[in-house]
């Protein structure tokens, strides 16, 4: 038998009664029911979300925004109502929290009432966050829950959006108020700079009137001082001008007496010469004297202080002697009472006595002191003398030298006194007249005077109020040059930061605030792009739909033909006929399957031909692997098939990546055949790479060999040798 006739043989057994026929037509169809019906409920259901019920409750209470009431709770659910995205119904918070639970609603999105104040609040010293509440029920749906989450992020998306607008838009318009009010500063500021090297020019002008007002003061004071010396001088001058004016009226009277005075001077100092003429050796003589004296007196006050001392001691003593013979002589009994009188009264005299004689012998020490100290002046005295002897008697000579020249002065004056007269005449004619004047001069210096502590009062106070203002105006040139140069650095900085601020209009700032308020944007470039939902599971359940066909042929096909491994007994056209027919079933179920993915439903094919070949050459592996398994264990192998069906439904990734599965589940991914069928469907349905779908292939290819090559080898010990498990009828026919 050829593999064509092994093919024509399985098909006639497949069709040979009406029923056979039936069960043919219907397992035929079971993948196109399972993949065309489950992709079409699923072909784009986020289109039909307006349908999905659910409600709204706004109690918000509004709030206060710039003088104006706002009210964002009426704004989100108008927006939420118009937008048609769900099935709303606005309604109260109880009629939402009991239709929740009934399923009349899927999930309710409450409104606070404090929603729009806290909105607000960020404009405020009390920032919160706005919140809104989201009630869902998993009994409902657990995908209504899941998208009542995305609703839920959507408004607040929709409310931070525009709350931001508003709030970038009160930003900007404040930041363009800034941009005029620096334009304004920056000319203040100049003018600022301007009036600040006015004012610098006229703080130097002071400061120098300051300086020449303070040197000035100092001046004033020295004059105030001045006036008063003139003052003072003035008043000396015309008393002396007075008193010369009294005695030169007496000048020619008293010359004459000069005369007679100088000539007798003369004559006396003559005699004081001869008489001084021994005065240096009767000094000497004096010294020696005098150092001999101060020479005794100190040995007199050695040999008198042990008497002293003596004394002393005795005048000490003596009033204790006296106390003690004072009881004696009173209780004595052969002293009469005449005789203790007499006793008595020595010793009242012994003790007066012992009293004075202390006194005397310290006056005696004292004296013996002071002349023991008056010896040695005496003897410095006489020393000095001795010296300055011969220096008095040149003196004496020299006065007596100038005693003749005064005499012979006298005696030319006196010649010369009736012109004297006469000159003496005049000057006192011009004395009075500087009398008189100088009074004058004396009553203004007085009235100077008198005037002159008020003068120094304010002097002093004008030098050190000039003082201070020269200070005082030094400084504020100094402040001044520094404001002029920070009120130029103000102007400029303000000027710099003017023009970081950008100049914009409303429609500049209406577009800027929407930037701001929602600044990025998710944009689709997507390389390998599915149409929608249905578009996005199809591989998968392409690929599934594949294995159940196989599966479900496999109840009514027998794997291998009993007769042909007994008539033919070549094992590998035998296993070839039995894998082609599945096969070929295979290719119409995935024709069929494409066509109603494709035109039926309307999804998009980027490579439909390469997808075709694809859904084929997954068809053709499944029933390489389910034929295997048949082969090699019998009826255990066609449940194996279905267990293995179940394992690809997890490991295939068809619906979530495959990294979110458990390690163990994640290690059959890579191993399984399903893996590599989806993600080559995927790469030709929606434009990926063909790397990848040839990858994808020869690993499929892998797995049909393998399977082809158990069946093989199985066939092969069945040509040969026949067990009792061979001949025992199967569970599938």
């Not at 206060?64 to 009210?71: A, E, M």
């Not at 749906?141 to 609703?151: C, H, K, N």
């Not at 070929?584 to 995935?590: A, D, N």
């Not at 055949?673 to 995927?682: G, I, K, N």
Request: aromatic residues 4%; negative net charge.
């Amino acid at each position: 038998m050829t593999i064509p006739s092994l093919i024509r043989a399985e098909l006639a057994r497949l069709t040979a009664t009406p029923l056979a026929r039936l069960a043919f037509i219907a397992l035929m169809v079971v993948p196109l029911l399972y993949g065309g019906a489950y992709l079409w409920a699923n072909r784009d259901p986020y289109a039909k979300l307006d349908q999905v019920p659910a409600a709204i409750v706004d109690q918000d209470a509004g709030a206060t925004l710039d003088g104006d009431h706002v009210d964002y709770g009426k704004d989100v659910t108008e927006e939420a109502i118009d937008g048609g995205k769900f099935k709303w119904t606005e309604t109260t918070a109880a009629d939402a929290r009991s239709g929740v639970r009934n399923g009349t609603y899927d999930f309710v999105v409450t409104i606070p009432h404090d929603f729009s104040e806290s909105l607000v609040s960020a404009q405020g010293d009390d920032p919160k966050r706005a919140e809104l509440v989201m009630t869902t029920a998993d009994t409902n749906s657990y995908l209504a829950s899941t998208i009542a989450e995305q609703a839920g992020k959507t408004m607040r998306t929709a409310v931070a959006e525009r709350v931001g607008k508003q709030a970038a838009t009160t930003l900007l318009v404040g930041l363009a108020d800034v941009r005029d009010s620096l334009g304004d500063a920056v000319d203040g500021a100049g003018q600022l700079a301007s009036g600040a090297t006015k004012a610098a020019d006229g703080a130097a002008t002071l400061a120098d009137g300051t300086a020449k007002l303070s040197a000035g003061a100092s001046k004033l004071a020295q004059l105030d001082s001045g006036a008063q010396q003139v003052a003072s001088g003035a008043s000396s001058l015309a008393s002396g001008l007075q008193s010369a004016q009294q005695q030169t009226a007496a000048l020619p009277e008293q010359t004459a007496q000069l005369n007679d005075g100088a000539q007798a001077l003369q004559s006396g100092l003559h005699d004081l010469r001869d008489q001084t003429a021994s005065l240096p050796a009767d000094s000497e003589r004096l010294a020696t004297g005098a150092a001999k004296v101060a020479a005794g007196n100190k040995q007199v006050a050695e040999d008198a202080a042990p008497f002293i001392a003596g004394v002393q001691q005795l005048a000490a003593q003596s009033p204790e002697l006296a106390s003690s013979l004072r009881p004696v002589v009173q209780t004595s009994p052969v002293l009469t009472p005449e005789q203790k009188t007499n006793l008595l009264a020595a010793l009242d005299q012994l003790q007066d006595g012992s009293t004075a004689l202390g006194a005397g012998a310290g006056d005696l020490s004292a004296g013996l002191g002071s002349l023991e100290t008056g010896s040695a002046q005496v003897s410095a005295g006489a020393a000095q003398l001795a010296e300055q002897a011969p220096q008095l008697t040149s003196g004496i000579r020299q006065l007596s030298d100038g005693s003749d020249r005064l005499a012979s002065g006298t005696a030319q004056l006196a010649e010369k006194a009736p012109e004297l007269s006469k000159g003496i005449a005049s000057a006192s004619s011009g004395a009075s007249q500087l009398a008189s004047g100088s009074a004058k001069v004396a009553a203004g210096t007085s009235k100077l005077a008198a005037a002159a502590p008020s003068l120094s009062s304010g002097a002093a106070s004008l030098a050190n109020g000039s003082a201070s203002a020269a200070s005082g105006a030094s400084s504020l040139s100094n402040g001044l040059d520094e404001l002029e140069d920070g009120s130029e650095q103000l102007a400029t900085k303000l000027d710099q930061g003017r023009t970081k601020i950008p100049a914009s209009t409303a429609a500049q700032r209406s577009a800027q605030a929407d930037v701001i308020s929602d600044p990025v944007k998710v944009g689709d470039d997507n390389i390998a792009s599915a149409s929608n939902y249905g578009a996005g599971l199809a591989p998968f359940f392409i690929s599934l739909a594949a294995w159940i066909g196989m599966y479900a042929l496999f109840l009514i096909l027998k794997p291998i033909s009993k007769r042909a491994i007994t008539a033919v007994r070549k094992p590998l056209r035998v296993v070839l006929g039995g894998w082609l027919t599945p096969a070929l079933l295979g290719v119409v179920q995935m024709a069929a399957l494409f066509l109603i993915v494709r035109f039926a439903l309307d999804l998009d094919v980027v490579h439909a031909g390469s997808t075709v070949a694809v859904m084929v050459l997954a068809s053709a592996t499944f029933a390489a692997i389910i034929m295997a398994l048949n082969v090699l264990l019998g009826s255990v192998g066609q449940f194996l098939g279905l267990v293995l069906m179940l394992v690809q439904l997890v490991t295939a990734g068809g619906t979530f990546p495959w990294q979110t599965l458990p390690g163990p589940l994640a290690a059959l991914h890579f191993a399984l055949p399903m893996t590599y069928s989806v993600d080559a469907l995927r790469q030709t349905m929606y434009g990926g790479s063909f790397a990848a779908v040839w990858s994808d292939a020869g690993v499929l290819a892998c797995w049909l060999l393998g399977a082809l090559l158990v069946s093989t080898v199985v066939t092969s010990r069945q040509t040969r040798t026949r067990t009792l498990r061979d001949l025992r009828p199967s569970l599938i026919g």
